[in-house]
């Protein structure tokens, strides 16, 4: 089919982190989306684990930055040369080039693409195409998309929460919103500093979120106390505190909200047969904000629909653009 030498590739390309899936291998690297650059030579210091150990911890001529914003490319040579370590990592010093499937959000608009299917070829594929990310998604969990029945998905990424019902091998109706993972932690850090006057950075209020977030108010009240670290905005020194998880599950009510309504929305514009087969089979959550505990009965209870968090929800989108690979002879005449 193609040089046999190289491995096809699909590239979760996220906001938060990057996943490399090679034909034949399954998922063969994952990291975090961080570039560490040097602002005096411009060279790039450090790409992926290296890079995110050094956020909110750099001198003044180092800069870590996350070349991805809100599931888009914010700052396009630094995508590029994240993308060619990334692929040449994955397949090795002899890798060749390879063809190349990117994910996009379901929301993104054709200029946007292209820089995608640009950057891929800058960092050295053969050729590049896109997959819709809720569509990628829904592959991944294992959802019959090709078949007449409707199935939903909910990709909760870092940057972007993607919505769609899929049937007959496409999207039928979607919402893609800049709510997600990223906002989540925002949130977090937000309602410490005006409740506690502490300022926490981007990694604390990740692992804040990780260890005691919940979805549900109610549910928090059961889970313990936690411990940070940051600074207090009053005296400008170092600061512990402990924060219930109730206040945490506040903190982020109103982004969960905004998912959920966009899951209502996309409800409301599919016909009622595909509702109808939603009701069926429920609603499959992905990505890694499929994680937060108490989030499929927050989901279930306002949507009055079953969830389930898909088996592997951080993978599946990264397996579904890999799985998708092997229609991309279809892809070259489309």
């Not at 906001?15 to 030579?41: D, H």
């Not at 998905?153 to 496409?170: F, Q």
Request: proline residues 4%; contains cysteine; aromatic residues 4%.
């Amino acid at each position: 089919m193609f040089g046999m030498g190289t491995k096809n590739i699909g590239i979760d390309l996220g906001t938060a982190n990057t996943i490399v899936y090679a034909e034949g291998k399954g998922i063969v690297l994952r990291e975090p989306s961080v570039v560490a650059k040097n602002t005096k030579s411009g060279e790039i210091v450090s790409v992926g684990s290296e890079a995110r150990d050094m956020i909110g911890r750099t001198p003044a001529s180092i800069v870590a930055i996350r070349p991805m914003k809100d599931g888009v490319i914010a700052d396009y040579d630094t995508t590029a040369s994240m993308m060619k370590y990334y692929i040449d990592k994955a397949l090795g010093k002899r890798g060749g080039k390879p063809y190349v499937m990117v994910c996009v959000p379901s929301g993104v608009t054709e200029v946007e693409k292209r820089a995608v299917v640009d950057a891929t070829r800058v960092a050295g594929a053969k050729d590049a195409y896109v997959i819709e990310e809720p569509f990628a998604a829904a592959i991944g969990a294992g959802l019959p998309v090709m078949d007449p029945t409707g199935s939903m998905v909910v990709d909760i990424g870092g940057g972007t929460t993607d919505v769609a019902t899929i049937s007959l091998g496409g999207i039928v109706s979607s919402r893609s919103i800049r709510m997600a993972g990223d906002r989540l932690d925002e949130a977090i850090i937000s309602f410490v500093r005006k409740n506690y006057n502490l300022l926490i950075g981007e990694r604390t209020a990740e692992q804040l979120k990780m260890d005691t977030a919940s979805a549900s108010v109610e549910a928090a009240k059961e889970l313990d106390k936690q411990s940070i670290r940051g600074r207090d905005l009053v005296t400008g020194l170092p600061k512990t505190i402990e924060i219930e998880a109730e206040s945490v599950a506040i903190a982020i009510q109103e982004v969960i909200q905004e998912i959920i309504t966009a899951i209502k929305e996309t409800l409301e514009e599919t016909s009622p047969e595909i509702a109808a087969d939603v009701i069926d089979h429920g609603i499959v959550l992905t990505g890694g904000g499929a994680l937060l505990r108490h989030l499929p009965e927050v989901i279930s209870d306002a949507t009055k629909v079953p969830v389930f968090v898909a088996s592997e929800p951080l993978d599946c989108v990264a397996i579904g653009t890999g799985e998708s690979l092997k229609s991309i002879d279809v892809m070259k005449k489309n």
